[in-house]
Every structure is written in C-alpha cells, then in structure tokens.
C-alpha cells in the first residue's frame, strides 16, 4: 500500500506500507492514496483504558471498546478491568485477543485487590459495588 504526500515534519513524502509495516518513507511513482500533504502522527498506545460510551471493560464488550479506539486514534491499548467480582474478571479476560477486530489488544491491565490482597492500593474490596 502506498500513501502519497504525506506531511511528516515539514516534509512531503510517499509512505510505503508493506504487512502492516512501514518499508520506505520517500517520493515513488507508483500510484496510491493521495493524503493531500496531510500531517502523518504516530498511533496512540492506551496502557489503561476502563471502557468508554458507557461500556466497562469488564462488560465483555471488549470488540466495541476496541472499535471505538481504533475510530479515534488507538492503535493498540490494555483494556483494564475494574475491581469486582472475580468471575465476572475472569470472563472479561476469557477471550482470544487474537480475533478483536479494532485496536490491537496487547494483553489486559488488571487491578483489584485479586492480585494481591496485600497491594491493592486504593481499591476496597468490601465497599466496591459490582457495576455490573
């Protein structure tokens, strides 16, 4: 895939894309999409990320979540799960991230006082209601 005039630094160039990855950053004759001297930005990356549009991450709804990030700007993220019921945890993690369509899954951010009882910071295992 070829991008051509792509604004990077006060630069114009093409940007050739090869599985996903970036081959060549220079002026090619080759056709492609014309980006019109757009800016190019990196992809964000989000480390910690409890769900947006009214979802939560451990809604299970971890392919919207993702979709909306990668609508917005994310390339990749960790969804993070909230302190609540273990089962409930573990059903959100029981997917194969492999098959979410959207922004890439890395893997999940978890907190909670279900790692460790002794590092559970500011979470209350006992006060915390199920949100779900």
């Keep these: 895939m070829i991008y051509k005039n792509a604004k990077i630094g006060d ?3 093409d ?14 004759s080759d056709d492609g999409i014309d980006l ?7 992809g ?3 480390i910690d990320a409890h769900g947006c549009m009214g979802l939560e991450t451990n ?11 990668a609508a917005h700007g994310t390339t990749s993220w960790l969804p993070t799960t909230a302190t609540v019921d273990f089962e ?3 059903t959100a993690l029981d997917r194969d991230i492999k098959t979410i369509k959207g922004a890439n899954v890395l893997g999940f951010h978890i907190e ?4 460790s009882e002794s590092r ?13």
Excluded: H, M, W
């Design 11 to 13: 630069k114009i160039t």
């Design 15 to 28: 940007i050739a894309v090869k599985d996903r990855k970036i081959v060549s950053l220079e002026k090619t």
């Design 36 to 42: 019109g001297g757009n800016r190019i930005f990196p």
């Design 44 to 46: 964000l990356i989000d």
């Design 59 to 69: 809604s299970g709804e971890i392919e919207k979540l993702s979709c909306y990030e």
């Design 88 to 90: 409930i945890t573990k």
């Design 112 to 115: 909670g006082p279900y790692i």
């Design 120 to 132: 559970k910071g500011a979470q209350d295992r006992n006060t915390y209601e199920n949100p779900i």
